[in-house]
């Protein structure tokens, strides 16, 4: 009997007898979300479940960030990662545990707060997987390291954690997992993508500068609002017209502000562009493309040099394209498919969504890792939407509400069995 059958009968009643305790944590996690950068209660509490089965935990590292460590004999190290922020999002799912919470954030302002991206399914996982494999210390050798993310929505948690010492005051890791909610598959499947799974995300903003002056008096100024669509416009050719057809990109201006009243010309229109690629190539054609179009066309206009426009990248915010180790993930996708059947498990292609997860392949040690899908959806529901094209709450929607069974169980089995074929004693 292949080696992934085996856990998968060890593993299962383990589950079925840790699961009430897990949806426990699951709603409360759920109902008290935290933002990025303010996780401290929800670090505790995954702090608390790691020490509770035995894991030597480190608090605040890389700011809100939780390491625990479990040693087992000789052997590979394995890292298994959950995220811990939510989102500034207004919860309108209708749930009896559905978030309340508000927040003041960085800036100052007090915002609604919302796991909806299924951070609280990561979390709950990880412990499940945590709780089962400190069971199971009989059929696995080698060092688990767990650890809780702070700011992946903002893009800096991985990065703070490495510059802290994640690998250095611990154990480095031979391979880095993770797991990540589905908001269009069914509850009961997995999703595995080799190489490219999520993209390079960069958050772009442009000040474009004119010179204001009354509307009924045009000629007198430097309209920066017509510049700025006319900018926009041709920012659209920077992937129709400058990258490879088979090559993928994204340029989306998601925010223009200008202007104060209907007859006032302002001296300035700010744009909010989020910009999506996969390799390295063309991230920076693109932002090159986007620096001279926007200067380009403020000259066409007259803008003279010092009214430029100015295009700012925010490094605090970028995310690395996410690289799934093909070896480690055709390796994780065989044992998902012996332990759940050929059924539930599916070949996904790339999106252009975005994880810091990503971080921790692009060290200088290189090492392999591999982010899967976790459906999340019932499947009714998921049948109704491919049968209607209705699309369904997508993730970061304040409606989208992940069904907890078998989405949880079907997470710590998964997470738990790839754990075990890297450490498992054959």
């Known amino acids: 009997m292949a080696w992934a059958a085996v856990s998968s009968d060890v593993i299962q009643p383990l589950v079925r007898r840790e699961y009430a305790s897990l949806e426990r944590l699951y709603q ?14 929800t670090a505790e509490r995954l702090a608390q479940e790691l020490k509770a089965v035995g894991i030597e935990v480190t608090a605040k590292v890389g700011g809100h960030g939780v390491v625990g460590v479990l040693r087992n004999g000789t052997g590979p ?3 298994i990662r959950t995220d811990l922020d939510a989102l500034p999002v207004k919860e309108q799912t209708g749930l009896p545990f559905a978030s309340t919470v508000r927040m003041t954030n960085d800036l100052g302002v007090e915002v609604d707060v919302m796991h909806a991206c299924g951070h609280d399914v990561h979390i709950t996982s990880l412990v499940g997987a945590a709780r089962l494999l400190a069971q199971l210390k009989d ?12 700011a992946e929505e903002r893009g800096g948690g991985a990065r703070a954690m490495l510059k802290d010492g994640l690998f250095t005051r611990f154990p480095k890791p031979d391979f880095c997992l993770a797991l990540h909610v589905s908001s269009d598959m069914p509850a009961g499947t997995l999703g595995v993508v080799e190489g490219f799974m999520l993209a390079n995300v960069d958050s772009v903003d442009i000040t474009v500068r004119g010179a204001g002056g009354h509307g009924a008096w045009p000629h007198k100024t430097k309209d920066p609002i017509v510049l700025a669509a006319q900018t926009i416009m041709v920012l659209q050719t920077v992937v129709s017209r400058e990258t490879d057809p088979l090559e993928s990109a994204v340029v989306t201006v998601g925010s223009i502000h200008g202007g104060t009243k209907h007859n006032i010309i302002p001296d300035d229109v700010k744009l909010q562009l989020t910009v999506r690629s996969f390799t390295d190539q063309v991230r920076d054609n693109t932002l090159a493309s986007i620096r001279r179009i926007v200067r380009g066309q403020a000259l066409s206009a007259g803008i003279p040099e ?4 100015t295009v700012t990248v925010d490094a605090r915010e970028f995310t690395p394209a996410t690289y799934n180790n093909p070896e480690l993930a055709r390796r994780l996708g065989g044992v998902f498919k012996e332990t759940f059947g050929q059924e539930k498990v599916v070949t996904r292609k790339p999106v252009m969504g975005g994880e810091d997860f990503s971080e921790y392949g692009r060290t200088a040690d290189k090492i392999p890792i591999c982010i899967f899908w976790l459906g999340s959806v019932e499947p009714e529901r998921v049948a109704e939407s491919e049968r209607t094209g209705k699309p369904l709450p997508a993730l970061h929607s304040n409606l989208y509400r992940p069904i907890p069974e078998p989405t949880i169980k079907t997470g710590v089995t ?5 754990v075990l074929e890297l450490v498992g004693k054959k």
Request: charged fraction near 15%; hydrophobic fraction near 40%; proline fraction near 8%.
């Open 28 to 41: 409360h996690c759920h109902a008290h979300p935290e933002l990025s950068y303010f996780e401290a209660k």
């Open 77 to 79: 190290t394995v890292l």
């Open 139 to 150: 059929r696995w050798s080698g060092t688990l390291v767990f650890i809780g993310q702070p």
């Open 306 to 309: 010092e009214r430029l426009p």
């Open 414 to 418: 998964a997470m738990t069995a790839a």
